[in-house]
């Protein structure tokens, strides 16, 4: 399928070609050039004149100038040098516009965003590179910082996942740590053809709003995420398998013991352990 011709895909080719930039795929630069792709994802961030947005690789910045007309102040991280001169042109006049050089897996965002925004809640916007969605996205959810929704546009394969019940292939540590966090929404799948170049995968928009309540009580947030990451470390094992194996500080026998005294067959493999009993583990670690 062939991508219609728009201001959004001229303006994009406009600018690959006057600056003479050359996509790095290092950096998972697929632009996206569909203009009712790029409208969704705004439209769905729902976005005001009273937000703080940021924006992971405004690449070229063609999102980043209409997150600017929507939002009341846009902060982006983008990590390739070359873009910065290209960005400095196509963000001219937008004052409520800052750029930040760096990789942003390198940065204290909880600093930044307090230096930038304050105490204001933040709504994350971004076509994230697909190299390191997964770092991104725990960086987002495990970090003590101050978001409310993360609007972003993701390999279908991950949104899948993220989005998954229990029981199922796609169901694992990105799912249970992140729907502890956010309640998760498919917005659409988008076809290669949106994105210039054309990524290997289909791509998904999925929008993640912060929940106001944990859906379970924990102890100690860090030991849910660390009982999670165990569980799903050897995902062909066994639940008691899995966390012996995981360094939890408890012998084999010691776990199949806690295990069952809190109802829990050590036999289940984790994908089928419900968000409520990875938080029932977790807790019997902290006692
Ligand atoms: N926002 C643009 C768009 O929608 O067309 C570009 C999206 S492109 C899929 C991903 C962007 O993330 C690129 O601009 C890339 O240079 C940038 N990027 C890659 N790794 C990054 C990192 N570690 N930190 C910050 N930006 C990164």
Known sequence: MAL?????????????????????KRFGQNFLVDESVLRAIIDCSELSKDDCVLEIGPGLGVMTQMLCERAGRVLAVEIDRELIPILKVSMFGYDNFKLINEDILKLNLKT???????????????NLPYYITTPIIMKLIEEDINLESITIM????????????PGGKDYGALTVAVQYRCISEKIMTVPPESFMPKPGVESMILRLVFRENPPVVLK??????????????QRRKTLLNALTAGNMGKAKEEL????????????????????????????????
């Open 4 to 24: 219609k011709e728009t201001t959004i895909t001229k303006t994009t080719k406009n600018l690959i070609n006057k600056y003479d930039f050359k996509t790095m």
């Open 112 to 126: 930044i965003l307090e230096e930038n925004f304050g105490s204001f809640p933040v709504k994350v916007v971004a």
């Open 154 to 165: 993701v390999q279908k394969e991950v949104g899948e996942r993220i989005c998954a019940d």
């Open 220 to 233: 100690d947030e860090r030991m849910y995420f660390r009982v999670v990451k165990a569980s799903f470390g």
């Open 256 to 287: 199949r013991r806690m295990l069952l005294s809190i109802g829990i067959d050590g036999n289940r493999r984790a994908e089928t352990l419900s968000l409520e009993e990875f938080a029932r583990i977790a807790n019997e670690f902290v006692q």
